[in-house]
């Protein structure tokens, strides 16, 4: 074995331009591929630490009437604060919003938006809520920075906010914007007004009630679905960035695959090459006593260490670049508020050890895969003729 | 002391006056303005910001439970219908060919972009069942003198907390009305022009809707023809009438 190996690395370096070739452009998938996927790996990390940071803590509780993606549930999903969480907000460890449909004004034209009632006090968002315990003559509120983009609205404006009661009896009074926080998560952001939760609780009528709770960690999930409230763990509400991550994932597939098709074509090319031109090689081999399977063995062998000098090549230029790479980050030029969901403007590649290794396996494999396949037809070849020359 | 009691006697009574006068005057507005069922064609231009565009419908309703409207005009709104059946309502797309049920909140929606939600179109709920009334004094609009009375929500489920409505004092029919919100902010203004009789009741037949925190000119609704008391087919108020 250690002999067809010795063998094999002999042949191909003895190849010279063509095997170089051949280990460039595979090289060149390796680092492709790490990169690719290290952007999403990374994509999904820190989607999944700002959703944490900003919205879900380590995990929520939702009214059981409570759909994010249906506004009119909003009238119904809500109860009051249940007694065994009172003990919960109270240690910090807990939060509890009330969500309610409203409408804001802003420079006379009319935005629908959900106003969320928050503590000011709570610790457990990074959601700057401190600015909502402040004294402007008005409701205080803070927004996120799309939010006030879209609505050219600034720090210190005051605008109406109009709203119905628990009754659907309208109310309207001045919010004053205290604060605009920048996130990356715009399930806070887009179309939100946070403002404390006494002033909404009182505003619509609502006396200590709440549509969410977000806890700090997992402590809480033990006690799972509780009288009207559902437990929606910290998995269940990062499932869909994971299932978006899947699809991007598949899609970015294809392109990397092409690269790794054109370079595994070229290796195939060469075995069927090789073989051809080295007829009176493998004759000599089986007629030293070389079994077919293990002349059929050392060319796969040589094959395959095309992948191996690829990863080792790759490593040469590649560890500086994806390092730079993990360093600067890329912009995709798009932003949170356009895709809908959690993605930083500037993404940063992670690459994990079972990336790396199992990028290197995939590749290898295929190239073992290749390089066997062409191979095969030495088991067919008749010796003498081979150690003759004939063409067969 | 015979004075003072004399002085709150006078003063109750001049309240009780006032609230049944209110009441009253309020009963003859819901005898012209509410009716046990309608059939009217009418337009509606709403004056946006990029500009404006009218709409014309036929609208058919038996109390404040059932309605039905099919607009008839412009072309890309042509053939869309909408039932209300008591807060639920169905509005049926021609070009989609399907009918959406629209749960009871939706109602709270502006209806086609105007600033008027489909509860202010639907909402024929008497006055005097929702509020009660006083009146605050008199005015003169546009040459007619009317009352200026004060409603505010004797119930609870009402979308405006407060309303002031003056009201032609001969014809009994309201000229102007403001809509407030429970912190008092005006929140909605209406005036009411081209009042005519039919069958034996003066009836606005203009409309110009304002949301007063929006910009823009309002909405402006004319009733083209109108009909009271008239044999309506019950199967109008099916669903199957969408489609048809």
Sequence with gaps: MK?????????????????????????FSFVIIIAAKGILVGWDRQAKNDMADWEIGGGQYWHRNYDPYDAFSLSDAHAPVPPEFKEEIANGNMVPVLITQGTIYPGGRMQPVLIKGIHPKQNLLKLPTQNLDTTVGAIPAIIGANMARANKLQTGDYLTIRWRDANGTFDAAEICITQIFTTNVPTVDLAQVWIPIENLQSMAMLPNEATVFTFRDGNLIRRGDTGEWKLMTFETLVSEVEEMIKTKSAGQAIFYSILLILALLAIFDTQVLSIFRRQKEIGTYVALGYTRGQVVGLFTIEGAMNAILAA??????????????????????????????????????????????GTTILVLMATTIVSYWPSRKIAKMNPTEALRGKIQ | MKRIVYSLLAIISFLDLNAQNAD?????????????????????????????????????????KKAFTEYLSPARE?????????????????????????????????????????????????????????????????????????????????????????????RYVPLRE????????????????????????????????????????????????????????EYIFTKAALKK
Excluded: C
Aim: hydrophobic share 40%.
């Design chain 1, 312 to 357: 080792v090549v790759g490593a040469i230029y590649g560890i500086p670049f994806l390092m730079w790479f993990a360093k600067k980050g890329i912009s995709l030029g798009v932003s949170s508020a356009e895709y809908g969901f959690a993605i930083a403007e500037t993404m940063y590649p992670v690459y994990s050890g079972s990336l790396i290794v």
């Design chain 2, 178 to 233: 403001e809509l407030f919100a429970k912190s008092g902010q005006l929140l909605k203004q209406s005036a009411m022009g081209n009042i005519i009789k039919i069958d034996g009741r003066w009836f606005p037949t203009s409309i110009v809707y304002k949301d007063m925190l929006k910009q823009g000119d309002g909405t402006e609704f004319k009733i083209t023809s109108i009909k009271f008391n008239q044999v309506i087919p």
């Design chain 2, 78 to 170: 042509q053939g869309t219908k909408m039932l209300k059946l008591e807060n639920q309502l169905w509005i049926y797309s021609p070009s989609t060919d399907r009918t959406i049920q629209i749960s009871g909140h939706m109602l709270r929606q502006s209806v086609m972009g105007s600033d008027l939600s489909y509860e202010d179109m639907m909402d024929d709920r008497k006055l005097t069942d929702l509020y009660s009334a006083t009146v605050n004094g008199s005015e003169n609009i546009d040459g007619r003198n009317t009352w200026v009375l004060e409603l505010n929500a004797k119930v609870t489920d009402v979308a405006y907390a407060k309303r002031k409505i003056w009201i032609d004092n001969e």
């Design chain 2, 24 to 64: 009253e005057i309020l009963k003859k507005v819901d005898q012209n303005m509410s009716s046990e069922n309608r059939v009217f064609e009418s337009t509606m231009t709403i004056n946006g910001k990029r500009g404006s565009r009218t709409i014309t419908s036929k609208s058919y309703s038996i109390g404040d």
């Design chain 1, 3 to 27: 002999l067809a190996f010795k063998l094999a690395f002999k042949n191909l370096i003895g190849a010279g331009l063509r095997t170089w070739l051949n280990v460039i452009v595979l090289s």
